[in-house]
């Protein structure tokens, strides 16, 4: 009868080996350089870093403090440090304190809130059209910009963000052009994304706008002009291909998309690569889209779609006047309810 005890070392290292490989790649890289400096403040101060104790672990929020980090980053490497002691078989109950929930507490207290980004909303994204440049990179820029807005996607879900792999990242087998009760519409197949932990993918369908900003038009005209020019339209060829032959990063996109906005006079500083996403959340509330249609069009399983609409000015200088004059027995419209807008029911 086969003995199993000799193959418990081969079992050992397989499901270490498992452990480390139920985080994300990208998620690995970040903790991985947060264990080498929680390793080398360990050192440093003469401490054991496994099991860390209370005393270690405020000794390094206090540190990394001093250096200047703010209270999410010094998140992130609590969940590091927290990695690792799962990694090693290590229980990290000890360092779940009160006193540590505190002292997070304190520095988002003392700490500046980060700047809330803004979002790119339907009339600003017909404006960058105005600033791109009239060629085949142009096309390619714009299709992606539209199908970021209309498909309520992540830059990360439409570009690579490290080298190009036709698993994960967007190509040409990945778009079809179909037609349902005399509807045109696009079909995006996204393979990878943040909240999708077991990489089912779910697929994009985008009707036909019939307007100038439009993701089925401009994809097809985007697709239309590689097809002339010499770039390969192989199926596992990337999506986005520019004429240099690289296919679209998600760092060129995010420039890209920065310098338009720069063009058209806005604080670029002010939006990033997520700001697609929720100027697609902003411009639907405010055209009176559902609760259900929301959490459709950016695929939340729960109300979280609130904390990525943004409430214009213009709307909030305008609640007095409309409170003022409204009869108190009329209801208010669903899609202007302060609880939509700003993610409260206070």
């Not at 199926?235 to 986005?240: A, H, K, Q, T, V």
């Amino acid at each position: 009868m086969y003995d199993l005890s000799d193959d418990l070392p081969a079992l050992r290292t397989h499901a270490a080996s498992l452990v480390r490989l139920g985080i994300r790649s990208s998620t690995a890289r970040t903790y991985n350089s947060a264990q080498k400096r929680y390793l080398a403040f360990c050192d440093q101060v003469k401490f054991n870093p496994l099991p860390c104790t209370e005393e270690l672990i405020l000794l390094f929020v206090s540190y990394l403090d001093r250096q200047g980090l703010k209270g999410a980053s010094v998140r992130v490497y609590l969940s590091a440090v927290r990695s690792l002691h799962i990694e090693e078989g290590y229980d990290y109950s000890l360092c779940q304190s009160l006193r540590l929930q505190r002292a997070l507490r304190a520095l988002v207290i003392n700490g500046q809130a980060p700047q809330q980004k803004l979002p790119i909303t339907l009339d600003i994204l017909f404006r960058m059209l105005g600033v791109l440049p009239l060629s085949y990179d142009g096309s390619v820029y714009w299709a992606a910009m539209t199908l970021a807005f209309y498909g309520c996607l992540r830059a990360a879900e439409l570009c690579a963000a490290g080298t190009f792999n036709p698993d994960f990242n967007l190509c040409f087998r990945d778009v079809r052009f179909l037609c349902h009760a005399n509807t045109d519409y696009l079909s995006v197949r996204i393979k990878r994304s943040k909240t999708d932990t077991e990489n089912k993918g779910f697929c994009v369908s985008i009707g036909c706008a019939d307007a100038i900003a439009c993701s089925h038009c401009s994809m097809h005209a985007m697709l239309a002009a590689r097809a002339s020019s010499a770039l390969p339209t192989s199926p596992d060829s990337p999506l986005f291909l520019l004429s240099s032959g690289l296919p679209l990063s998600k760092q060129l996109f995010i420039s890209k998309t920065k310098a338009c906005l720069l063009a058209l006079g806005l604080d670029h500083k002010r939006y990033s690569g997520h700001s697609y996403r929720a100027g697609s959340a902003t411009s639907a509330a405010l055209a009176g889209f559902a609760d259900f249609e929301l959490q459709l069009l950016g695929r939340w399983s729960s109300s979280a779609y609130q904390q990525y609409i943004r409430a214009p000015t213009s709307l909030l200088i305008g609640y007095s006047a409309r409170l003022a004059h409204q009869s108190a027995a009329a209801p208010q419209p669903q899609h202007l309810v302060p609880s939509r807008l700003f993610g409260t029911d206070h």
